[in-house]
Nanobody, 119 residues
Framework: VQLQASGGGLVQPGGSLGLSCAAS????????MGWYRQDLGKQRNLVAR???????NYADSVKGRFTISRDNAKNTVYLQMNSLKPEDTAVYYC??????????????WGQGTLVTVSS
């Protein structure tokens, strides 16, 4: 199973950016999916998660500004980030809880995509 993230880049404070992450491989079903972020020298923290049925939860720091969504048919999760702040600068990682075709249930990570919020 592979997760391919895309959409990072440089954006000015107050701007918007969208991330996407597509899963591929021996996937039977994807349960929850999410986005995490990690700043240099710090631990990786939850940004947002979404269940297969669409239930969501967000870190307090991004509530009202970020929106997570998913397309189950495409095995893809999205993160729309609005009103970005310099403190949102980090490497963003996608995550998926996957039930594989060979019967295992594991968490998989994407490669990370850098988001830089700066003027």
């Amino acid at each position: 199973v592979q997760l391919q993230a895309s959409g990072g880049g440089l954006v000015q404070p107050g701007g918007s950016l969208g991330l996407s992450c597509a899963a591929s491989g021996s996937i039977f079903r994807i349960n929850s999916m999410g986005w995490y972020r990690q700043d240099l020298g710090k631990q990786r923290n939850l940004v947002a998660r979404i269940s297969r049925g669409g239930g969501t939860n967000y870190a307090d720091s991004v509530k009202g500004r970020f929106t997570i969504s998913r397309d189950n048919a495409k095995n893809t999760v999205y993160l729309q980030m609005n009103s970005l702040k310099p403190e949102d600068t980090a490497v963003y990682y996608c995550n998926a809880d996957v039930f594989t075709t060979w019967g295992s249930n594991s968490a998989y990570w994407g490669q990370g995509t850098l988001v830089t919020v700066s003027s």
